[in-house]
């Protein structure tokens, strides 16, 4: 009986691994033919003409990232360290659940938000606009992995640093938060590549554009919107362009995991692993 | 000293040492009561700790004597429900008084725990300098840190083991050398007082006895208080033992009177291993 329960478990562990197998060798096959460096340096050229790139989209993505990052991050890694450090009080339990909650937000509804708040009051889309709005999405990710990781830290390191006199603030900052910081720049990277793949909000918000800008109150391009833009377009080269699109994208994410991950185990030592 | 801990006085650095009279005592408890919400885990101490010796505070699991310990340095009520009665003097000045700021005054009095509590993410080198970063005054110069990094490892005599490696991580090193360096890190910052709460619980008979002798030369410069469930170890490093049983302090005599000729029928009951 244990040999038939080891072999369902075994082939159920099999298959969930065939979608992300799958995913990625489509993806490579599918989008390796459109790339080259003229992909990451140029820009989207018109139909009918060779190459072409989508420098734009690129760059923007990473602006995107970088805006979202600094809304979401300090936000959702004070919050964490708050739920995990005051977590008994009826606030804390309120913030929780809300997060909770926000965290299964469909990701079109904080788009509609963003634009109604963000967008609408302002004028016009832009890069910021866009920003906030994925930046609220990791806000739920990064506080609670962020109190996860704060609560594997032991006590015992928390009562040596105040019995060195340390204050709670600093304990909680330099002691506490930098023990989890391992565990808690993996959430980040999870949050991140959630949102670095996100359509629906910035649909409403950062809107796309075919030039090369930098300037975060105007409309930025972004690659899952242009893979968007792409695919549903009825041209074959662009269709192509989109699949090396895609490819660069889920690219981007694990080269910002890997960089993360080296500067952060460069920094504090093998301890956080 | 006193202004020292008191909030109102601007951090203007190490306040000088009093003239020590030879029969002050650096720490006296006066009617202290402890309690973990309803339970009530110090009753009515009261208790005089002589400077520059060590006392020893023995007793059986439960008695207790760590929350007595963590009373004189204000650990205790960090922990939640936990609240403190009575008083504790320290040169005089009660610790519990609203003008006493708890983190200044932990400062001046270190603290060891049972395990290990080495930071893990810092270096050997930047976990005894960690107290410090939070001490009031003046930065202190690279140079200066790591003269009194040398110093507090050197009393904690784990230097010659360490010195080729003080940029590599604190957790690297064995647990006997971690406690070391955990006392080394509470004496960087030149404390009044040493709390040790059952120091050697988790280390092996060489490390203990390493940290054993280590607490007899400290008493030279320090006042120093250990809670011990180890009858042989107080009675090897102590000058003074006080003995406590359910939150009760039962006795308390200079160490040879206490393991020699009890007064307590109590005590001598513990001290001869018929419980406890």
């Known amino acids: 009986m244990s040999y038939v329960m080891v072999a369902l478990t075994c082939l159920a562990a099999a298959v969930a691994i065939v979608p992300l197998i799958a995913i990625l060798g489509y993806l490579i096959k599918q989008g390796a033919g459109a790339l080259s460096l003229d992909f990451f340096t140029s820009m989207p050229k018109p139909v009918g003409e060779e190459g072409g790139g989508m420098a734009n989209a690129i760059v923007g993505t990473l602006i995107l990232i970088g805006i979202a990052s600094s809304v979401g991050l300090p936000i959702g890694i004070g919050a964490g360290l708050y739920l995990a450090e005051r977590g008994g009080t009826r606030l804390a339990n309120l913030v929780r659940f809300l997060a909770d909650v926000l965290n299964g937000l469909p990701s079109i509804v904080m788009g509609i938000f963003a634009w109604e708040f963000l967008v609408r009051p302002i004028g016009h889309f832009s890069a910021l606009a866009g920003g906030a709005a994925i930046g609220a999405m990791m806000i739920p990710l990064v506080t609670r992995t962020t109190e996860e990781m704060v609560r594997t830290v032991p006590q015992s390191l928390r009562e040596a640093a105040l019995a060195l006199g340390f204050p709670r603030w600093r304990t909680s900052l330099q002691i506490v938060l930098r023990t989890a910081l391992g565990g808690i720049v993996t959430g980040v990277l999870v949050a991140v590549a959630r949102v670095a793949g996100e359509t629906a909000p910035l649909l409403f918000t950062a809107f796309g554009n075919q030039f090369f800008s930098t300037k975060l109150t105007q409309p930025i391009a972004a690659l899952p919107l242009q893979v968007f833009v792409y695919a549903i377009s009825p041209y074959d080269e662009w269709h192509a362009q989109a699949w090396a699109g895609a490819l660069v994208l889920i690219a981007l994410v694990l080269v910002i995991s890997v960089i993360s991950r080296f500067v952060v185990r460069s920094k504090h030592g093998r301890a956080n692993d | ?276």
């Open chain 2, 1 to 276: 000293m006193t202004e020292a801990i008191a909030r109102s006085v601007s951090p203007a650095g190490e306040a000088p040492r009093p003239v020590e009279r030879p029969a002050a005592p650096a720490m006296e408890t006066r009617a202290l009561h402890a309690y973990f919400g309803v339970t009530h885990a110090v009753r009515n101490v009261t208790l005089d700790f002589p400077s520059n010796e060590v006392t020893a505070i023995i007793g059986p699991s439960g008695c207790g004597k760590s929350t007595l310990l963590r009373c004189l340095n204000r650990m205790h009520e960090t922990i939640p429900l936990a609240r403190v009665e009575g008083e504790v003097l320290f040169h005089g000045q009660n610790i519990y008084s609203s003008e006493v700021d708890p983190i200044a005054l932990r400062r001046h009095v270190g603290m060891v725990f049972q395990r290990p509590t080495p930071f893990p993410t810092m270096s050997i080198r930047d976990n005894v300098a960690a107290g410090l970063r939070v001490q009031p005054g003046e930065r202190l110069d690279r140079r200066q840190v790591d003269a009194i990094v040398e110093r507090a490892l050197k009393q904690a005599a784990l230097w010659d083991e360490v010195k080729d490696r003080l940029k590599t991580s604190a957790t690297g090193i064995s647990g006997g050398q971690q406690q070391r360096l955990c006392i080394a890190r509470a004496l960087a910052t030149s404390p009044h007082i040493l709390l040790l709460d059952e120091p050697t619980a988790s280390l092996d008979p060489l490390s203990t006895q390493k940290v054993e002798e280590l607490v007899y030369e400290l008493r030279k410069s320090m006042t120093v208080i250990i809670v011990t469930h180890n009858m042989q170890q107080a009675a090897r490093v102590s000058d003074r033992t006080v003995f406590m049983l359910s939150g009760e302090m039962v006795e308390t005599a200079s160490t040879r009177v206490m393991f020699t000729t009890p007064s307590d029928p109590r005590t001598e009951a513990y001290i001869t291993g018929r419980f406890g």
